[in-house]
């Protein structure tokens, strides 16, 4: 997803915003946080539980379902009972068709990336940043304020996860337009550009309420981390 010559960009960004506070920033860019095999699944079970009786509801009749009723008083009861389990068996086959038809469809990545609800999608992007931001703050104290830049790339999710004490001290304004910038840049197919521009505005506000000791530690590394 990105050059060489981006990860130095990005790199770099995150080495000059760090020079001038004790926080800390770690980036990470993801192809798709989850494969989301519930929804072809979620998809081909409505279609196989709705289509049917809205096809009979708009008049469509099942030759055998149309032979009960006009037979009903001249056949035996074994006819009619072997009618009616045509007719449920090509409901049953009808059903079975749609699911696996509907199935076999949304589980292309690009039809179930298109049908993968947004709400989901958000979810599975926040769960997994939230992982990153605690798997990487565990190297550092809790005094050490840091800020995660996560985005899923075909998720078209970006997720900024800080520091209490940051989130305290600066409040949103930043965070927003930081994560404005990253979606932009994906928009754009310049991730990178993107993320540099996230880092600048999250190391400015960084540096405005924690500036730099004079100590640089760098716990967690500059280059982004792509997954």
């Keep these: 997803m990105l050059t060489e010559g981006d990860h130095k960009r990005i790199a770099e960004a995150i080495t000059k915003a760090e020079s001038k506070t004790r926080g800390e920033i770690f980036c990470v860019l993801a192809h798709e946080v989850s494969r989301y095999r519930e929804v072809p699944l979620i998809w081909a079970s409505l279609a196989a539980l709705l289509l049917p009786p809205l096809a009979?509801?708009?008049?469509?009749?099942?030759?055998?379902?149309?032979?009960?009723?006009?037979?009903?008083?001249?056949?035996?009861?074994a006819s009619v009972e072997s009618m009616?389990?045509?007719?449920?068996?090509?409901?049953?086959?009808?059903?079975?068709?749609?699911?696996?038809?509907?199935?076999?469809?949304?589980a292309l990545p690009r039809v179930r990336r298109v049908l993968t609800p947004r709400f989901l999608k958000r979810h599975r992007v926040r769960q997994v940043a939230r992982h990153h931001f605690v798997a990487g703050g565990a190297r550092l104290s809790h005094a050490e304020?840091?800020?995660?830049?996560?985005?899923?790339?075909?998720?078209?999710?970006?997720?900024?996860?800080?520091?209490?004490?940051?989130?305290?001290?600066?409040?949103?304004?930043?965070?927003?337009?930081?994560?404005?910038?990253?979606?932009?840049?994906?928009?754009?197919?310049?991730?990178?550009?993107?993320?540099?521009?996230?880092?600048?505005?999250?190391?400015?506000a960084l540096a405005a309420h924690f500036p730099s000791d004079g100590h640089t530690k760098n716990m967690l590394p500059n280059d982004i981390l792509e997954t």
Excluded at 85 to 104: E, H, K, N, P
Excluded at 161 to 187: C, F, L, Q, S
Aim: glycine share 8%; proline share 4%.
């Design 84 to 106: 009616i389990l045509r007719v449920l068996t090509t409901y049953s086959l009808m059903q079975a068709g749609l699911f696996l038809i509907v199935a076999l469809i949304v």
């Design 56 to 77: 009979v509801l708009a008049g469509v009749r099942p030759l055998a379902l149309a032979d009960i009723f006009a037979s009903w008083t001249d056949e035996s009861l």
């Design 145 to 204: 304020p840091h800020i995660l830049i996560y985005a899923s790339l075909y998720d078209r999710q970006v997720e900024l996860v800080a520091h209490d004490a940051i989130h305290r001290a600066v409040g949103e304004g930043p965070w927003n337009a930081a994560v404005a910038a990253v979606t932009e840049g994906m928009k754009s197919g310049k991730p990178a550009d993107g993320f540099v521009r996230a880092i600048e505005i999250c190391g400015e």
